[in-house]
């Protein structure tokens, strides 16, 4: 098998030779020369100077670098008298023999990389590589050892093939268009992305670019007058011929362009390998195909992966690369067409699929045809009963976020239910949009919104809408999606309903499954199906519940979350096999009885009393109030191991809160004891169109337990008889101190340490026996209660060890013992609601001991704001209703302690303020910001300007606007550019208003950024360079950053914290400015060294200063506006120092900044600059010399 890369570049179809050109097909046949259209698709290709002859010569060898960014790097791979292989990577492939390969592609010079890097050749064989090439030779032919090198195999294997980058390529790039192959011409020049002019842009020039890019082929066709492009016009003309390997080569003018505009840049489009995705539902899925000399033929491969996918699936405009395709498997599609690619590998940022390694013209199995599902954006359901049911969520920039709901309907929900679903199902699902945050509120951004589809599209990505670049709704309105699929679900000849064959019914006929592959998670998602929530499913085989009618082989592959059968993989296309009758499959569903793992209560004063939850799928949620049962009430009670009720427990409508939205409803047999042995309907989506309640359950059986001093004091059990609330007292001698804690844990605080005492008391007596094991929540938990004759000693229970009270806005309070607390410790702080007026608590000083010490704070109501075991910078906390701080010490070892204040809280402390280098970082924090304004609108909050909205991120409003924007103002000294704005609350009867009649609040926020920036390299890696703090004004550093560099291409870059070097070997070294901001500049002012981060000035030596070189063995080798590049000769410092520290200072200017400071030019005496890399070789001879005489050590280089 011959291995697939450019198509044609291994066949060389020389039809005539004349002195000065060979004829040819196509251009990618043209390797040592120009190439020009002759006619009738023939080129000529003619000679140019690395060739040795008079003539060209028709035997040149067929080579190729695949995997990487371009025809400028990948891994080597070419073919020798009919032999395809590559060579080892070992010591004996040296540079100059990457140099010469490079040469014959038309580069200048390269060096060696691992080629494993680029992707792993699996075909053909693996020389020595031992060529002895000088570098001066034009082709690895006329290196010494050549002939030897070839003759010999290796030992070793290809994860160790040579990879190779040619130096003086320019990075380049087409942005601005879905697919890969065509769009904005953009060129990296000087650190800063750029266009290019398209007034004088020729065919020529274009086909230069796309071989570039690594596409065999040239362009297919040039746009001018192209918009959109940003940064700085680099190139008004490229002059190129199309034979050079890289723009550089080309007769290009300055690239200082002051002509052209971005209303003339150039787009172009490259031909590309013709692929399609055959017989699924559209062109988004089917079987891979490849177009190969005018036919269509299939990939075979059964180890085709994500890598593979996501290469095809950009050529076909699905670009995102944070995006997971669906790799069917085994010829899931039944394409019937001639296998010709195999063994592709991919890295994953190819442009094209000829440019991964892979073997073609091969005769793999049908069987192992590729299909795939290409998907715009990936999309799941969160928090949902199954996967089929949630909020939806979509992946943008490495994030999970959510869709605001407006205008959110039915068509946009089966669009994503599309996705959702594999071939054949994909056409048939339907689909209810849900609003309103019904399935809870996401955390991270709200990503989309003014979501328009109509239903027929087959991806969100093809639906009208707005990605979020601000904010028009938070999480309390994100979008849900309830999906369905008409193949009702059965099992049939069962014992009961909960057992049988399944079977699933289709126009009218009920057809069951082949059990071929069938294991507990599939059976799990069948009894889902059929409303079986909590199940240890067993499957049957061989027709154990009698023969269906007609048995459909599909080979599922479920993870048991699935809400139908339809969502799962299968191997085999649903009903295009089918097994024999007798190996139909059964299941078996056995239900589980629920208990405290899957069933709470939550949001009221207990576990007894509150909202009823369920957790399937590994998400709690709540049940639709308008279709609940009420007589299930008792069943959830005793679930959670409630007991003497009767009919006591009752239910009643109530908030839904935070908390998604599960079951609509619940089917029970009179028999069924336990909510977990009931079937559930999850449709859901009648609850969200009457704006249903959730259910909420009392498991009291009307009896409440208060202290008669709040946190102790005489046990008060209150009860209501006849709409009269009546107190009783217990007796002593029955209350242990587990009873006690269940007692305790009634009035709000579990795991207490209580003590108990006797009291006298005129309450009668209502328990005179009790035995608990003291984790009950509620009494109606415990094993025994009982009522009997009254007793004379009434029990009273102190919880806490201390507990005290404040009743001001503002005060300071020290834990118990602070700064060392006492064992065995368990005391409240409790800080009264002020009516009125919001509360903020701050942690001073937190130091716990970590070994179950712990902090708890709630507010008033018993809402939990924070949990802390360990040592941690806690933020401020804030509160309608007040402060109760639990603070409890085991009787391991101890700590401080806690130093915390509490005062009014301000608008100023909702606003979180940070400084980049490139623009503003406020967050407005919107949770506490309802605290002041119960009404607060995400929507409303403004940078000044009416469009300058935030992002949401969780319930934090982002601003991350550049500084030129939003109306900023900005001032400068010597020293720092001051940038000033105002956050602003507008006062209007719209959304966003024409005009503004007032502002509920206004926020002035600063940044100051200093025009001075020194870095090192690397004895601080996570330096921190932004200065955030809880003000609303804020410093920040332009800032660059130092790398290192072993050879004069930059490409090798040293990594380490140290790196060694030998004294005397040249270090490369690239400053460069972290933005792109083409309205600031970088000059490189100073860069010196020291052996120590604290030597004195006497141990400092520099090796550039005021921009002029002053060390004899450094050379600035190119300035650029945010990047310069220079070279040192590795030194150490005498005696014991055994480091050197590298420290470099720039300064940072506005571009239009013409004064002495901010010019790239030396200030003093001259130096010899180099400005660009064609004077590297002079330097790299003189560092040889400078080597064979030097002294030959190790030093350590350390970055700050």
Not at 390 to 409: A, K, P
Not at 412 to 419: F, L, P
Not at 693 to 709: E, M, P, Q, W
């Amino acid at each position: 098998m011959a291995p697939l890369g450019k198509l044609f570049l291994f066949v060389v179809l020389c039809i005539h030779v004349s002195d000065a050109y060979v004829e040819v097909k196509s251009c990618s046949e043209c390797y040592h020369g120009s190439c020009q259209y002759y006619s009738s698709n023939h080129y000529h290709c003619y000679c140019n100077t690395y060739n040795a002859g008079p003539g060209c010569r028709n035997d040149l060898i067929p080579h190729r670098l695949i995997g990487g960014q371009g025809n400028f790097e990948g891994v080597l791979d070419f073919k020798y008298n009919g032999i395809s292989g590559t060579f080892c990577r070992g010591s004996s492939f040296t540079n100059q023999d990457a140099t010469v390969v490079c040469k014959m592609k038309g580069f200048s010079t390269g060096v060696v990389v691992d080629g494993f890097r680029y992707g792993q050749l699996n075909y053909g064989t693996t020389w020595t590589g031992n060529m002895g090439c000088l570098g001066t030779e034009t082709d690895i032919r006329s290196c010494p050892r050549f002939a030897q090198s070839i003759g010999h195999n290796t030992a070793c294997n290809h994860n160790n093939s040579v990879g190779i980058i040619c130096s003086n390529h320019t990075s380049v790039r087409l942005v601005g268009n879905t697919l890969p192959s065509e769009g904005r011409v953009e060129v990296h020049h000087n650190g800063v992305w750029g266009t290019v002019c398209g007034a004088h842009f020729t065919q020529n020039d274009a086909n230069v670019l796309c071989h570039m890019l690594g596409f065999n082929k040239n362009a297919l066709s040039i746009h001018r007058n192209v918009t959109g492009g940003q940064g700085p016009v680099w190139l008004n003309t490229l002059g190129c011929s199309g034979s050079e390997a890289d723009i550089e080569y080309c007769s290009h003018g300055s690239w200082d362009n002051h002509t052209c505009s971005h209303t003339n840049d150039v787009s172009i489009k490259c031909e590309a390998t013709k692929v399609r995705l055959f017989g699924g539902s559209g062109d988004w899925d089917g079987t891979l195909e490849i177009n190969y000399e005018g036919s269509w033929r299939t990939v075979c491969d059964p180890d085709f992966g994500q890598n593979e996918a996501r290469v095809v699936c950009n050529m076909l405009g699905y670009n995102l690369t944070d995006v997971k395709h669906y790799v069917y498997q085994s010829n899931y599609f039944g394409d019937t067409k001639t296998g010709f690619l195999d063994q592709v590998k991919c890295v994953g940022n190819e442009k094209d699929i000829t440019q991964c390694v892979s073997s073609y013209q091969t005769t793999c199995s049908a069987s192992n045809a590729v299909g795939l599902k290409c998907d715009g954006i990936q999309v799941r359901l969160a928090d949902g009963p199954h996967k089929g049911i949630g909020r939806i969520e979509v992946l943008h920039n490495g994030q999970w976020g959510s869709v605001c709901d407006t205008n959110w309907d039915d068509n946009d929900a089966v669009v994503i239910c599309k996705m959702l679903s594999s071939y054949p199902f994909e056409s048939q699902v339907t689909a209810k949009a849900v609003s309103g945050s019904l399935f809870g509120r996401g955390n991270g951004r709200v990503w989309l919104s003014d979501v328009q589809c109509t239903g027929n599209e087959a991806d969100i990505s093809n639906c009208s809408m707005s990605w979020s670049s601000g904010v028009n709704c938070d999480h309390s309105n994100d979008a849900g999606v309830i999906c369905d699929y008409p193949l009702q679900k059965r099992l049939a000849d069962g014992r009961s309903k909960s057992q049988g064959r399944v079977e699933f019914l289709e126009s009218g006929t009920w057809y069951s499954y082949c059990d071929d592959g069938w294991n507990k998670s599939d059976a799990r998602v069948i009894c889902r199906e059929i409303g079986y929530w909590n199940t240890d499913p067993v499957v049957s085989y061989n027709s154990t519940y009698g023969k269906g009618r007609t048995t459909y082989l599909v080979r599922p592959k479920c993870d048991g979350s699935e809400g139908s059968f339809e969502m799962c993989r299968m191997d085999k296309l649903f009903k295009s096999s089918t097994c024999s009758v007798s190996n139909s499959v059964g299941v078996e569903c056995k239900p589980v009885s629920a208990d405290h793992s899957n069933v709470r209560i939550v949001d009221g004063p207990g576990p007894w009393l509150g909202r009823l939850e369920v957790k399937s799928n590994n998400a709690w949620g709540s049940f639709c109030y308008d279709s609940w049962d009420p007589s299930n009430a008792l069943r959830a009670c005793e679930s959670m191991g409630f007991k003497y009720l009767s009919s006591d427990a009752s239910s009643f409508g109530t908030g839904r809160g935070l908390s998604p939205m599960h079951i609509k409803s619940l089917t029970c047999n009179p028999s069924d004891q336990n909510i977990g042995l009931c079937t559930a309907d999850f449709n859901v989506s009648d609850c969200e169109r009457t704006n249903s309640k959730a259910v909420g359950i009392d498991c009291s059986g009307g009896i409440n337990a208060t202290l008669s001093n709040t946190y102790s004091g005489e046990v008060i059990f209150q009860t209501l008889e006849n709409g009269t609330l009546k107190q009783w007292s217990v007796c002593y001698d029955t209350i242990d101190k587990n009873a006690a804690k269940t007692i305790c844990s009634m009035v709000g605080y579990h795991n207490t340490s209580p003590k108990v005492s006797v009291i006298s008391s005129s309450n009668p007596v209502l328990f005179t026996n009790v035995s608990c094991a003291g984790k009950e929540s509620h009494l109606l938990q415990c094993d025994t209660i009982r009522t009997g004759p009254t007793c004379a000693r009434k029990a009273a229970v102190n919880c806490f060890d201390c507990v005290t009270t404040y009743n001001t806005d503002h005060g300071n309070v020290l834990s118990q013992g602070y700064p060392n607390y006492q064992p065995n410790t368990d005391c409240l702080i409790v800080i009264k609601k002020q009516p009125g007026t919001p509360l903020k608590l701050e942690f001073h000083d937190l130091d716990l001991a970590g070994d179950g010490d712990f902090v708890e704070v709630k507010d008033d109501i018993g809402k939990q704001l924070g949990y802390f075991t360990t040592n941690v910078d806690v933020p401020f906390l804030a509160s309608r209703d007040g402060f109760i701080i639990r603070f409890n010490s085991n009787n391991a070892s101890n700590a401080k302690g806690f130093n915390v204040s509490w005062s009014p809280l301000a608008i100023t402390d909702a606003v979180h303020m940070g400084c980049a280098s490139k623009g503003w970082n406020v967050t407005v924090n919107s949770t506490i910001l309802r605290h002041l304004y119960p009404d607060t609108g995400v929507s409303q909050i403004k940078l000044a300007e009416q469009f300058c909205t935030g992002e949401i991120l969780g319930d934090l409003v982002v601003f991350t606007q550049s500084y030129t924007k939003c109306s900023t103002t900005t001032q400068s000294n010597n020293e720092t550019l001051m940038y000033f704005n105002h956050l602003v609350y507008p006062e209007s009867r719209t959304p966003f208003p024409v005009i503004v009649r007032g502002y509920r609040w206004k926020v002035a926020v600063q940044c100051d950024v200093s025009r001075v920036e020194e870095v090192s390299n690397n004895f601080k890696p996570n330096r921190t360079i932004i200065n955030e703090n809880q003000h609303v004004s804020s410093s920040s550093h332009y800032k660059s950053d130092v790398f290192f560099f072993s050879d004069g291409t930059f490409y090798q870059q040293i990594f380490g914290n140290p790196i060694s070097l030998k004294t005397g070997d040249n270090v490369y070294v690239s400053v460069k400015m972290n933005s792109d901001d083409v309205q600031v500049k970088m000059r490189l002012h100073t860069c010196y060294t020291k052996p120590d981060p604290n030597a004195d000035a006497t141990l400092t030596y520099p090796l550039i200063e005021n921009g002029c070189v002053t060390d004899p063995d450094t050379h600035i080798l190119s300035q650029g506006t945010h990047e310069t590049r220079f070279v040192f000769n590795a030194f150490e410092f005498p005696k014991s120092h055994n480091s050197v520290y590298i420290f470099c200072n720039s300064t940072f200017c506005k571009t239009t900044d013409t004064s002495e400071r901010c010019t790239q030019v030396c200030h003093g005496s001259p130096a010899l600059v180099g400005r660009s890399l064609w004077s590297l070789e002079y330097y790299t001879d003189h560092f040889k010399r400078l080597l064979n005489f030097g002294k030959y050590g190790y030093i350590k280089l350390f970055k700050l």
